[in-house]
């Protein structure tokens, strides 16, 4: 996983119609791991919700875990530094399996009720934003900014499946999704509408944009799936 910074492009006089979405997505980010026995009901409930208009999926495989029996290949100390970041901010514990919602409150990623309530009364703000493909990069579309806003642009592979040989899960064949696999990042000062670059992905991953204020609140987010 890896951190840099965007390559900003030219600030635009206007923002394409089409990074106006009619109704904000709403961010569904999961903290797991493959050495919890607790995590796979979330896993599958992710990819459930992720299917459906409208929901930006994400899992973070924390590291935590790594010394317990099994070494999770997707887990990284990025994905267990958010979670802090998240639970200092909402003020709440560290744990596995943990859905941040919208980037304002934290569940239990596999109470099924609990995840309904918390994308019901949470939102995404309103800010205008736009993901596409360009020639040999993707772009992003931003409409004007009030605040200084954290752009964190995260590359996932859509599924995969790992046979687990230890720990918790011995024995099993898990299948997760939205994984993360590398995270770029940087800060978007108040401005204009403007254009980033951003790094191109590779065939078969997707990409999701998330802007999020100091609070951590999601202000914008956008998803540009595979293909």
């Known amino acids: 996983m890896r951190r840099r910074s965007f390559i900003m492009a030219a600030a635009v006089s206007g923002l394409v119609q089409s990074a106006r979405a009619a109704v904000p997505p709403t961010v569904l980010e999961l903290f797991t791991s493959q050495g919890c026995s607790s995590c796979p009901p979330a896993d599958a409930l992710l990819g ?10 994400l899992a973070w495989h924390v590291d935590y875990w790594n010394n317990l029996g099994w ?6 100390r990025l994905a267990t ?29 596999s109470d099924r009720p609990a995840v309904a309530g918390a994308m019901a009364r949470t939102h995404t703000g309103s800010l205008a934003l736009a993901l596409r493909r360009g020639t040999d990069r993707l ?23 790992t046979a687990v040989d230890a720990g918790e899960n011995e024995g099993r064949r898990l299948r997760e999704y939205r994984i993360v696999r590398a995270v770029h990042a940087d800060r978007l000062q108040p401005g204009p509408p403007r254009m980033l670059d951003l790094p191109a992905i590779a065939p078969g991953q997707g990409a999701a944009l998330l802007l999020q204020s100091a609070d951590l609140r999601v202000a914008a987010a956008a998803d540009l799936p595979p293909g």
């Open 48 to 57: 459930e919700l992720a299917r459906q208009p409208g929901v930006i999926a």
């Open 71 to 76: 070494r999770d290949p997707y887990a990284t």
């Open 81 to 109: 530094d958010r979670q802090r970041a998240y639970a200092a901010q909402l003020r709440d514990e560290v744990y596995t399996p943990a859905l941040v919602v919208n980037g304002a409150v934290i569940v239990v990623g």
């Open 139 to 161: 772009v992003a579309e931003i409409g004007e900014t009030a605040d200084p806003l954290t752009a964190l642009f995260a590359v996932y592979d859509p599924e995969a499946a």
